[in-house]
């Protein structure tokens, strides 16, 4: 195989794994019924005149699948922390006792539970025609590439299927992402 196909390819494989890492962030956002440190991710508190990432300024614990604990390293921060999730589109409200923030995650009601479902799905729906946009550069360079004789057609035609075969294992790994995400979405 040629050097310019292995790097069109090399390309599609690294594009695709990007795609898929970005899925796993996105969906990690959505909420389920459950605890999850990666919920508050965005969530940044003023802290000495700085907006800071809640996991750089404080310890967070899930002792249970409904609570959240949140302490701040320094605990004259406890304020601002609250203020900060309070003003967040989680619609979560940390109970404050002086010391630490404790968060009952609230069961999600069946009509919420659709609503959360049909995001995974857009979510998903997005990064599939990520992979396929992916696909048509990859083989609109394949295709180049054999017209300007960097490649011969039988490699371009080698490197089409290639291209295929791993927008269709993306495809096939983003479908089973999204899945375990209605999944557990649903979970009561």
Known sequence: MSEMLDLILDEIEDQSSKIQDSLKKQLAKVR??????????EIKAEYYGAFTPLQQMSNISIPEPRLMVIQPFDPS???????????????????????????SIPELTEERRKEMTKMVKKIAEEHRVSIRQ???????????????????????????DKV?????????????????KEKEVMEI
């Open 164 to 180: 295929q075969k791993t927008v269709d294992k993306a495809i096939e790994t983003i479908d089973k992402i999204s899945e375990a």
């Open 32 to 41: 389920t019924g459950r605890a999850s440190i990666s919920m508050l991710d």
């Open 77 to 103: 921060s406890l304020k601002d922390v609250e203020k900060a999730i309070q003003a967040s589109d989680l619609g979560l409200n940390p109970h404050n006792d002086g010391k630490v923030l404790r968060i």
């Open 134 to 160: 992916v696909r048509r550069d990859a083989n609109a360079d394949l295709k180049k590439a054999e017209k300007d004789k960097e490649i011969t057609e039988d490699e371009m035609h080698k490197g089409l």
